[in-house]
């Protein structure tokens, strides 16, 4: 598993990187950024339980170029 989805903080330069990633292989960036959102809704939910040091939004970037690499 990815060092970042872990309970750590991010480095912004690789969440950027990461970002750039995603959108470069999104068909449509609308789509992409709407199920990016999706997403984050749902970590946000599960998040309120585990006090997570990093954000929804950036877990769901992060597990989505996971995702889409395989």
Not at 25 to 31: D, G, T, V
Not at 32 to 52: F, G, L, Q
Not at 53 to 65: F, S
């Amino acid at each position: 598993m990815n060092k970042y989805l872990k309970q750590t903080k991010i480095d912004l330069q690789y969440l950027i990187y990461k970002t750039e990633e995603l959108l470069n292989i999104a068909k449509n960036r609308y789509k992409i950024t709407i199920e990016v959102a999706n997403r984050a809704k749902i970590k946000k939910k599960i998040n309120k339980k585990n006090n997570s040091i990093n954000k929804p939004i950036i877990q769901a970037i992060l597990e989505m170029t996971t995702i889409n690499k395989t």
